[in-house]
């Protein structure tokens, strides 16, 4: 597919570009994208640049999108969010981080929003998922804000930082998208 920008009020999301690895190096580093994601622990200097091209491949191949979240305020790039299709089922999973300076502020959940728009309305997915560790609830929270539902405990799904781990399993349907989407222009024509 084509490269594409994603954007609301707060962020703009585009494919990851080169000049990316700076910020990627700088808020990689928190303990805590460590601990709840499989970014590589340590992170070599190396590690942006192949993420970066790996990222442009993968959109190139429809493997997967990726995401650099950028906040239109500052203008500062915050984090990445990405989006893997299985093709045969039409359904996708989503993963994503920000760094330590930009949590807190609903940041995640807009852009799993708008992510959601790009997966239903653009790929025409059936379902979307996400899952989270249970040390991690805030993740668990924006999606529930996202609009996903949580489906259940996968125990021991993910071979974590060589420890199984057990994942709560998240997910939205296209149908609950489109209630969802009907519910907030209800909601906005009352206003
Ligand atoms: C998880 C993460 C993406 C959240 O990003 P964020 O921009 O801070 O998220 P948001 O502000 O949109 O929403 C966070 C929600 O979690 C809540 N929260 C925060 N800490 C929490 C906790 N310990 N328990 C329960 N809820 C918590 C917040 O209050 C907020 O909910 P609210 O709006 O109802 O108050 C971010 O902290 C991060 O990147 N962490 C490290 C990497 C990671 O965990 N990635 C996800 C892997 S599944």
């Known amino acids: 597919m084509k490269r594409l920008k994603l954007e ?6 585009r494919p990851l570009e080169a ?50 979240i950028i906040e239109k305020a500052s203008q500062r790039f915050a984090g990445c969010m990405g989006i893997h ?3 045969e089922h039409n359904r996708a999973e989503v993963g ?3 760094g330590a300076p930009f949590w807190g502020r609903g940041l995640a959940t807009s852009a799993l929003r708008l992510l959601l728009q790009f997966g239903f309305e653009t790929l025409k997915l059936n379902r979307v998922e996400a899952g989270h560790f249970d040390h991690n609830p ?4 924006v999606m529930e804000k996202a609009g996903l539902r949580l489906e259940g405990l996968r125990r021991q799904y993910v071979m974590h930082r060589e420890q199984y781990k057990d994942v709560l399993w ?22």
């Open 85 to 87: 299709p299985v093709s």
């Open 96 to 98: 994503y981080w920000l």
């Open 138 to 141: 805030a993740s668990g929270r």
């Open 170 to 191: 998240y997910a939205i349907l296209r149908e609950d998208y489109a209630a969802q989407a009907a519910t907030e222009r209800k909601e906005t024509a009352e206003d």
């Open 19 to 68: 000049r990316d690895s700076g910020a990627i190096l700088e808020l990689v580093v928190a303990p805590e994208i460590a601990a709840n994601t499989f970014v590589p622990q340590p992170y070599p200097p190396e590690a942006a640049d192949e993420f970066i091209q790996r990222g442009r491949d993968s959109w190139r191949d429809d493997d997967a999108y990726v995401f650099g």
């Open 8 to 13: 609301n009020d707060r962020l703009m999301m």
